[in-house]
């Protein structure tokens, strides 16, 4: 998921005794899956669900500006039609060609005012996802550090972490103990009753 890749890091390293247990010979050492917790979080789906929400009220608007567009260019072929008709005095030829030069202009200019539309509530809201996101990884990691503080755990790695070639970070680890399942319990132990998993949608904007 790209949003995750983005603004988190793909390695946890929490660093509480490890001179000390170096000095011993043994780390203790855990592994948490970050994406998953992510995406089961249930804040995380109560967010997404928020942002749906006001995506749609961007397409409903967009629709709206769009059937006003599709009106002008019904009225426009009609009268090209009146200019292309033989039967038409001149006189009137030219009226509606004034009249339709006037709802060419109007419908350029709202198509315009459309689109920047379209760009500046789909880049508010990308923003706005950006950092709900951002807060609500930060949650989870503090959660983490937390954890790893709780059982005197030298390093946390994310096992979902992945390198610019899409390799695992981690690729293998000796006696590592998967936090995952513990982390995630707590983070949903005040989730509402009818609150169900499911995954973020990307970010991205109306077309």
Known sequence: MKIIRTITALVLAIGLSGAAAAQEGKL?????????????YHRTNEAQKQINIERARIQKENNERLARIREL???LQNMRKQLDDPSISDSKKQSVYQE???????GIALDRERREFLQRRNQALN?????RMKGILEEIRKLVEEQAK???YDYVFDKSGLSTSQVPFLLYTKDATDITAVLL?????????????EAPAEEGGTE
Not at 127 to 131: H, I, S, T
Not at 192 to 197: D, H, L, N, S
């Open 150 to 152: 709780k059982e005197d």
């Open 28 to 40: 203790n050492i855990a592994t948490v899956d970050m994406q998953q917790l992510f995406k089961e």
């Open 100 to 106: 339709w030069q006037m709802k060419q202009n109007e």
């Open 73 to 75: 260019d019904t009225e």
């Open 185 to 197: 319990k707590d983070l949903n132990v005040d989730a509402p009753a009818e609150t169900t998993t």
């Open 127 to 131: 923003e706005k996802m950006v950092q």
